[in-house]
C-alpha cells in the first residue's frame, strides 16, 4: 500500500480552481517528483496535503489515515513534513535554535538531542556553525538547514518545494545529491522542481502537471525519454 | 561647493550652524523661558541657561574632538571656537534682527526678555555678547578636549551629578526636611528653596568627581579582587548584594516619601503592561496597538465589584475581585484575538487599535451610564487591606505594584523560556513556516493574547487600587502608544528591557512634572535620538543584540580557514 495517496483532489483559491481531481501516489522510500511549469499546482498540492490549504474535494490519506480533516501541526506530528520554498530558515536564531525549533513536535530532549547529531553527520556543514545566526549562512547551507530543520521532526514523508531555486549551479548539484542521499538512508521524498532535468534524474517517479492536472506520470527514466516532457521541461528538441 | 568642504574647517562651520539652530530653536519654544524659571544653582544658573550653555559646549566640543585626531592644540581651538563662535552668533542675529523687527507676531516668544536673557541683561546693545560668549564656549569645550582622559571623565561626572541634584533637588530637600535634626540641617546647607545652594553645588560636584576618578582608578583591583575569590565566597557577595537591594526595595518608600512611591506606582503599572505586551508583540510578534482595553477592562471589574459607591455592585474586597479583574482581562484576550487571527503585521495593529477606542467610548458612553457611570467614571473605590493593614497610599501600594511586577517578570521569564515561549518566537520569525513546523497557531497565538490581556489586568487592578476612582478618559489610545514606545525603548522581547522602558518612558516625565507643556517634545527627541543611537533597546534581547552586532561577532564564530571552500551562492 503506498504510504500516501492522494485522490481527486480539487483546490480552490476563492474561485481559482487550482487543483483539478488531482490524484497521485507515493510509496514507502521513492523519491516522487511533480514537475510542470509556472503556476501548474505543483506547490498547490504540497500545501494541501500539508494542510495549509483546505481541499474542496477529494481525499489525502497517510497510510490509510485520511488527513484532509486534521489540522495543519497534526499532520506534522503524523509524520508529513513540508521544507517551504525558498527556504525560510529563522534568519535571527543561530542554526542549533532552528534545529530545535524543527523538533518542535518531539518533546522527549534526549531524542531531540539525537536528531541534532544526526542531521549534523548529514551536514557536517551546519555542525562547524552551528552557533552561527541561520541569516548570515550562504543559500546553500540555508537549504541544507531548511531540510535538517524538517528532518527534526522525523518525517514519514518529507515534501521538498523547490530546494534548488536561487542557488547556485554547484550548489544545484550538491543539494540534489544530498536529496538523494537522504532517500538511500530510507526517506519518503515528494519532490517539486523546476528543474526537472535534474529532478527526474534522482526520481523514482514523476507526475507531470498542467494548470493543476496530472497529464502523465511514469517513472523517473521514461519521463526523461518522453518526447513531451524533453520538449516543454528539459529543453530539447 | 566640494572645495569648500576639503578645508578642517568645514566641520566646525557645520556643527557650530546646527548648534545655532538648535539654540534658536530652544529659544524660540519657549524653553528658556519656561526653564529659566527652575534654577540649578540658586540664583547663580537657571536649567534655560543650562541648556544654552550645554548647546554652545556642545558644539564646541564636537568640533574640536573632530578636528583632534591628526591635528595639533591649535586646530583644535580653532575649531572650538568657530563652532562655538557660530552657535552663538545665531543667537545675536536673532537679537539684532529682533530689535530692528518684531519678530512676536510670529513667534511669540521672541520678547525683549528673551533678548534681555540672551545679552545678560544689556539689550539690543549688548547683541554682541552671544557671539562672544558662544566663542569662550567653544573655547572651553576646545579646551576640556586637550585634558586627560581621566580628569575629562571626572569632570563630567562632577557636572552631572550637580545637574541631577538640581534638578531633583525639590524632591531631595522634601525628603530631608521631612526628619528634624541633623537631616533637616544637611537639607538647609544643601539646598535653598530653589536649587542647590552654592556650596552644595561644589559639594554635589567634589563628590561625583571625587568618587568617580576613584572608581576609574581602582576599579580594575576591585573587579580582579572579586574574581579571585572563591566560588563559595563569591556566592555570599551575590546574595549580600541581592540582599541589600531587596532591603533597599523595602524601605525605599519610606525614605522617598509620597510623590516618588506614587512615581515608582506608575512605572510598576506601566511595567506590567509592558510584560503583558511584551508577550503578544515583543515574544509573539502580533502588534496590539489596543492593549489599553485589557487594562481598562480589569480596572472596571475590580472598580465595579468594590466600590461602595453608586455603580458599586458587590462591594468585595480587593483581593477578590482583583484576580476576576485579571480573568476578565485575559478572556477578553480570547475574545479579541479570534477575529484577528488571520491579520498580520501592520493590519493587525489598526484591528486592535479598533479595539482599545472601542473599549474607550463603550466605558464612556451615555449607553452603559446606568452601570458604568459614563464619563463621571467609577468612585469611592476603597483600598485593599492586608489583615488590619490598610493600603492607604502610594507608599503601601508600592508593595503592591513591585510585588507584581517581580510575580510577573519572573512568570514572563519562565514562560520565554518554555516549549511555549519557542512557538511564540518561532510565529514571530515566520508565521507559515512555523505552522509547518506543527505548532498550533490558533493556540499558541490565543494564549499569547490571553497572557499579554492578564498581565497587564493585573496593571489595571493595581491602578484602581491606587486612584480609587476610574474615568473613561484615562484608557486612552496614548496609553498603548506608551506601552508599545517602553517595549521599543527598553529592548523589544526583553524582560529587563520593559523594566527600564517604563522607568525611562513612565518615570522620568513624572518627575519632570513642572516642564509638562514640553513632555511630549522631550519624549518625541529622546525617542528619535534613541532610534537613531540604541535601535535595539536600551537592554535588548539576546536575539536582537546579536543581530544587530553580527559584524562584531562574526569574526570569532566563523573559522575563517574553511569559509574559502564554499561556494558563495
Not at chain 1, 522527549?108 to 556543514?125: C, Q
Request: glycine share 12%; charged share 15%.
Amino acid at each position: 500500500m503506498a504510504i500516501l495517496e492522494v485522490e481527486n483532489v480539487h483546490t480552490y483559491y476563492g474561485h481559482i480552481h487550482a487543483l483539478k481531481g488531482l490524484s497521485l501516489t507515493v510509496e514507502q522510500g521513492e523519491i516522487v517528483t511533480l514537475i510542470g511549469a509556472n503556476g501548474a499546482g505543483k506547490t498547490t498540492t504540497l500545501n494541501t496535503i500539508s494542510g495549509l490549504l483546505r481541499p474542496r474535494e477529494g481525499r489525502i490519506r497517510l497510510r490509510g489515515e485520511d488527513l484532509t480533516t486534521i489540522p495543519p501541526h497534526e499532520i506534522v506530528a503524523r509524520g508529513v513534513v513540508q521544507v517551504p520554498e525558498g527556504r525560510r530558515v529563522f534568519a535571527r536564531l543561530t542554526v542549533q535554535e532552528n534545529l530545535e525549533m524543527g523538533a518542535y513536535v518531539q518533546k522527549d530532549s534526549r531524542r531531540v538531542r539525537e536528531g541534532i547529531e544526526r542531521v549534523f553527520t548529514l551536514f557536517p556543514r551546519l555542525k562547524e556553525r552551528r552557533q552561527q545566526l541561520a541569516g548570515t549562512l550562504s543559500g546553500g547551507e540555508q537549504q541544507m538547514l531548511a531540510m535538517g530543520r524538517a528532518l527534526m521532526a522525523q518525517p514519514k514523508v518529507l515534501l521538498l518545494d523547490e530546494p534548488s531555486m536561487g542557488l547556485a549551479p554547484v550548489l544545484v548539484d550538491s543539494i540534489f545529491a544530498t536529496i538523494k542521499r537522504l532517500n538511500d538512508d530510507g526517506a519518503t521524498i515528494l519532490l517539486v522542481e523546476q528543474n526537472a532535468r535534474m529532478a527526474l534524474q534522482i526520481a523514482h517517479r514523476g507526475y507531470v502537471l498542467q494548470t493543476g492536472e496530472v497529464v502523465l506520470s511514469d517513472t523517473g527514466e521514461n519521463l526523461r525519454q518522453n518526447e513531451m516532457v524533453r520538449k516543454a521541461y528539459l529543453g530539447i528538441q | 561647493m566640494n572645495e569648500l568642504r576639503r578645508l578642517p574647517v568645514w566641520h566646525s562651520v557645520r556643527i557650530g550652524l546646527i548648534g545655532g539652530v538648535i539654540m534658536l530653536y530652544i529659544c524660540l519654544v519657549g524653553m528658556v523661558e519656561v526653564f529659566g524659571r527652575s534654577d540649578i544653582i540658586e540664583r547663580v544658573i537657571s536649567l534655560g541657561q543650562v541648556l544654552l550653555l550645554l548647546t554652545g559646549l556642545g558644539a564646541g566640543y564636537l568640533a574640536a574632538r573632530r578636528a583632534g585626531e591628526p591635528t595639533n592644540a591649535l586646530t583644535v581651538l580653532i575649531s572650538g571656537v568657530v563652532a562655538g563662535g557660530l552657535t552663538g552668533g545665531l543667537l545675536t542675529g536673532l537679537v539684532v534682527i529682533g530689535s530692528v523687527v518684531n519678530l512676536r507676531a510670529v513667534f511669540i516668544n521672541a520678547s525683549p526678555a528673551l533678548y534681555n536673557a540672551l545679552t545678560l541683561g544689556a539689550g539690543p546693545n549688548g547683541a554682541w555678547i552671544p557671539l562672544v560668549g558662544g566663542a569662550a564656549l567653544g573655547l572651553v569645550a576646545a579646551l576640556f578636549c586637550l585634558l586627560p582622559r581621566r580628569v575629562r571623565q571626572s569632570i563630567v561626572n562632577g557636572l552631572v551629578g550637580v545637574l541631577l541634584a538640581g534638578l531633583f533637588s525639590g524632591l531631595l530637600r522634601v525628603i530631608l526636611a521631612a526628619r528634624p535634626g541633623w537631616s533637616a540641617e544637611l537639607g538647609r546647607f544643601l539646598f535653598a528653596s530653589e536649587g542647590l545652594t552654592l556650596a552644595g553645588a561644589l559639594l554635589f560636584f567634589i563628590l561625583a568627581g571625587g568618587l568617580a576618578l576613584l572608581w576609574s582608578q581602582s576599579q580594575a583591583t576591585v573587579r580582579e579582587r572579586i574574581t579571585r575569590l572563591p566560588e563559595a565566597q563569591r556566592k555570599t557577595l551575590r546574595w549580600a548584594m541581592l540582599g541589600l537591594a531587596v532591603i533597599l526595595i523595602l524601605i525605599f518608600p519610606q525614605i522617598s516619601g509620597a510623590f516618588i512611591a506614587q512615581v515608582i506606582v506608575l512605572v510598576g503599572i506601566f511595567a506590567l503592561m509592558g510584560l503583558g505586551l511584551n508577550i503578544t508583540l515583543g515574544m509573539a510578534g502580533l502588534f496590539d496597538l489596543g492593549f489599553v482595553a485589557f487594562f481598562a477592562i480589569s480596572a472596571y471589574t475590580v472598580g465595579l465589584l468594590t466600590s461602595t459607591g453608586e455603580h458599586g455592585i458587590a462591594q468585595w474586597s480587593w483581593w477578590a475581585a482583583a484576580p476576576v479583574g485579571v480573568l476578565l482581562a485575559m478572556i477578553a484576550g480570547a475574545f479579541f484575538g479570534l477575529p484577528v487571527l488571520g491579520i498580520r503585521g501592520d493590519y493587525l495593529a489598526i484591528a486592535t487599535l479598533g479595539f482599545g477606542e472601542i473599549v474607550r467610548l463603550l466605558v464612556g458612553s451615555d449607553f452603559l451610564r446606568p452601570w458604568l457611570g459614563g464619563s463621571f467614571g467609577i468612585l469611592a473605590i476603597p483600598k485593599p487591606w492586608i489583615g488590619n493593614l490598610e493600603l492607604a497610599g502610594p507608599q503601601q501600594i508600592y508593595y503592591l505594584a513591585v510585588f507584581g511586577a517581580v510575580l510577573v517578570a519572573f512568570v514572563a521569564v519562565r514562560l520565554r523560556d518554555s516549549r511555549l515561549g519557542r512557538a511564540w518566537m518561532a510565529i514571530r520569525e515566520d508565521e507559515d513556516v512555523a505552522e509547518a513546523l506543527g505548532i498550533n497557531l490558533v493556540q499558541t497565538k490565543l494564549l499569547a493574547y490571553m497572557l499579554g490581556g492578564a498581565f497587564a489586568g493585573l496593571g489595571g487592578a493595581i491602578f484602581a487600587a491606587l486612584v480609587g476612582s476610574i474615568f473613561p478618559h484615562s484608557m486612552n489610545l496614548l496609553v498603548s502608544v506608551n506601552v508599545v514606545a517602553l517595549l521599543i525603548v527598553g529592548g523589544m522581547g526583553s524582560i529587563p528591557g520593559v523594566i527600564v522602558g517604563a522607568f525611562a518612558l513612565i518615570g522620568l516625565p513624572e518627575l519632570f512634572r513642572e516642564f509638562d507643556e514640553y513632555r511630549y517634545l522631550l519624549y518625541g527627541i529622546a525617542l528619535i535620538a534613541m532610534m537613531l543611537a540604541k535601535p535595539e533597546g536600551l537592554w535588548p534581547s539576546a536575539a536582537i543584540r546579536r543581530e544587530l552586532h553580527t559584524d562584531e561577532t562574526d569574526e570569532t564564530e566563523t573559522n575563517p580557514g574553511s569559509s574559502s571552500t564554499v561556494p558563495a551562492s
